[in-house]
């Protein structure tokens, strides 16, 4: 090898390292936003509860010392901070499922809405509502057991119709498609033959919200979604070597069905276990992996977190709006988020040259 | 327009439940699913999903002399029941006291029953006003301040809704009167801040009420965080009430529960289970059955 050789190489492992840094930044700054608008977030809200106060009250309870009343501790500790750190997970898995599922399809249009994950779960919940039980009380844990199985079956028929085919992308997109117009219809069923109480509560849940989050959910996803997480970012390299192609892929050892599975599984099971709890919240699962594609290209070691991360601070400045916009009424955070990440998307939309799918 | 009315069909439900206690039940040939109480009419074909959804082929096959309709009935609607020669009355909610007067009257001049109309509504106005006549003389300081949820977690009624009328007819103001949306969602840490006095929550839906369900959502209630330290919880102050006592004659049942439950004092004399049974037995000709409002 001659010495001209090396040199080039070592120029572009310089230029590597360099694009990893800035991705690395990148990601940090994401972490670090998400922190600022998180603490942000605590200080705002429907009750006149200073921003000094407020962290007052976060603090009180690490240092035992320091004052606080009553009031402000319930404010802060029971009803601000579980529904943003609610906001948090919700936006992460969201950001994170889109990403996975975007890259082992190879399709920009995939999202847990377009698969029937999303259909599926409101679909589940609205059977159990119409059977007659209470968004209240124990009624709640059914309603999103219904809603979590419900989204996990779509998954498996969704492949159980593309492997009749073999594992073809357009089949498992159109069956998802298709499959979610046939939970919406039985949802139209459901809403049409419900007398108006019932189908208040069924639109309720289809509307979407975190104002029901609760330390007990947080503490139940959170283990959850960080192993989901976690196993999903151990197949960021598997999903590189798939967007080249799947052929290539095969050629290169990736056991290219099973992968599709497994990462489309976990991906599922990261969809329904929030969105069993906090009803459909749509557009997150779509936005953020496109926008931090814009950003950071289709390395997916990068794409997952940084996805999660943006999807998270999406949402959570999202809710944070519709607590303080018209306070104290709500705004459903469904508006929230098409109103904020909308513009935002196409603005990276038209200001990006590259084509940067594929 | 045909007085009285051979065959009837009502698609409003509070309009169904007032032409059976005015004795005409038989007329009913077609009601809207919605027109349930009381069971007499459950018997009744459906013709109609609610006031909006009818099934137009099935309603004409009635051959009703006169179709009771609602404001929300589409006029397209409206109009090919009336290019079918039947004439559509509408009617107003009967969630409201002068609403629901109106609706007795109308009703009552309609099919020949103006007696029988005026004994209702005189039971009606008899303890509306004396609901008034006591809650009047109290000053706003003696007011308590409610917080109502419907079905949903934080879901409450602002201004001109008939939870709000009934509200500050039973002497309590609604902690919500002033928001910008009828029905909205209001943030928990704002209903914390107002400390609520009373909490009334409308019980679940597509239930039985029976003690264990009503019992189930005051719990709810009563151990939520956001709530858990308002002055409700805190006095024990929170009860739940079924939807059927804000509609039709019973909601003077409802007024009654609310205002004692606001000034326990001022209506000691006054038994709303009582009256709801004298209610049931004389113009229903009813058994009060199941429960209405938890605690007891």
Not at chain 2, 97 to 116: A, F, H, S
Request: hydrophobic content about 50%.
């Amino acid at each position: 090898m001659s010495i001209a050789n090396i040199k080039e190489t070592t120029a572009s492992e310089e230029i590597y390292t360099r694009l990893t840094k800035k991705k690395v930044f990148f990601i940090l700054g994401l972490f670090v936003a998400l922190v600022v608008v998180s603490i942000t977030a605590t200080t705002m809200g429907a009750a006149s509860l200073g921003g000094r106060e407020s962290l007052q009250a976060i603090v009180a309870k690490i240092l035992p010392g320091l004052q606080t009343t009553n009031f402000a501790d319930t404010i802060v500790w029971q009803l601000r901070l579980p529904r943003i750190l609610m906001a948090v997970l919700t936006g992460l898995s969201l950001g994170v499922a889109g990403t996975a599922m975007q890259g082992v399809l190879r399709n920009p249009l995939v999202s847990p809405y377009t698969l029937g994950l999303s259909a599926g779960a409101a679909c589940g919940a609205g059977i159990a509502i119409a059977l007659g039980i209470s968004v209240l009380g124990a009624g709640r844990y059914f309603i999103v057991g219904n809603a979590f199985i419900f989204s996990l079956l779509t998954m498996f028929l969704v492949f159980a119709i593309s492997r009749i085919r073999g594992t073809a992308i357009e089949t498992l997109i159109l069956a998802g498609v298709a499959l979610s117009y046939l939970f919406s219809a039985t949802i139209s069923i459901l809403k049409y033959v419900s007398d108006a109480e019932v189908l208040r509560e069924i639109v309720f849940w289809l509307m979407g919200g975190l104002y029901t989050a609760r330390w007990e959910t947080v503490i139940l996803l959170l283990p959850v979604i960080t192993i989901i997480t976690v196993l999903t970012m151990r197949y960021s390299w598997d999903l590189n070597v798939m967007s080249s192609g799947e052929e290539v892929a095969a050629s290169l050892g990736v056991r290219v069905g099973r992968v599709r599975i497994i990462v489309l599984t976990l991906s599922a099971l990261l969809t329904a276990c929030v969105i069993a709890f906090t009803g459909i919240i749509g557009f997150i699962g779509l936005v953020s992996p496109h926008t931090c594609r814009a950003i950071l290209g289709n390395d997916h070691r990068f794409l997952i977190p940084a996805s999660g991360l943006m999807g998270a601070l999406i949402l959570l400045i999202s809710d944070t709006a519709c607590r303080t916009l018209i306070q104290p009424t709500e705004i459903p955070v469904g508006i929230m988020t098409s109103f904020i990440g909308v513009p935002f998307f196409l603005y990276l939309l038209i200001r990006k040259r590259r084509r940067w799918w594929q | 327009m045909p007085c009285p009315a051979e065959r009837i069909v009502s698609l409003q439900a509070g309009a169904s439940e007032l032409i059976c206690i005015l004795g005409e039940a038989d007329r009913i040939v077609g009601r809207s699913k919605d027109s349930n109480f009381p069971p007499c009419v459950e018997e009744k074909l459906v013709v109609a999903q609610t006031t909006k959804n009818i099934n137009m082929e099935l309603l004409l096959e009635q051959k009703p002399d006169i179709v009771i309709a609602t404001s929300y009935t589409p006029a397209e609607m409206q109009d090919k029941i009336e290019a079918a020669g039947i004439p559509v009355v509408i009617v107003a909610s009967t969630l409201e006291v002068d609403p629901l007067i109106n609706t007795i009257r109308l009703l009552g001049q309609m099919q020949d029953k103006g007696e029988e109309a005026e004994e209702i509504i005189g039971f009606v106005e008899h303890y509306v006003n004396l609901v008034k006549e006591r809650t009047e003389k109290l000053k706003p300081e003696e007011k308590p301040l409610v917080y109502h949820e419907r079905t949903g977690v934080y879901k409450t009624s602002a201004a001109e809704t008939y939870v709000d009328t009934d509200i500050v007819l039973a002497g309590g103001v609604n902690i919500a009167a002033n928001e910008p949306v009828k029905y909205p969602v209001v943030s928990a840490e704002w209903v914390l801040e107002r400390n609520p006095d009373v909490i009334l929550k409308m019980a679940p839906a597509g239930e039985i009420a029976t003690e264990e369900v009503l019992k189930e959502a005051r719990d709810e209630i009563m151990t939520r965080s956001g709530l858990r330290d308002t002055k409700a919880v805190i006095d024990g102050k929170v009860y739940v009430h079924a939807y059927v006592l804000q509609r039709g004659p019973q909601l003077v049942v409802g007024l009654l529960y609310w205002a004692k439950w606001f000034h326990p004092e001022l209506f000691k004399d006054i038994n709303p289970s009582a009256v709801h049974k004298e209610l049931l037995n004389n113009f229903y000709k009813l058994e009060p059955e199941g429960i209405f409002v938890y605690p007891q």
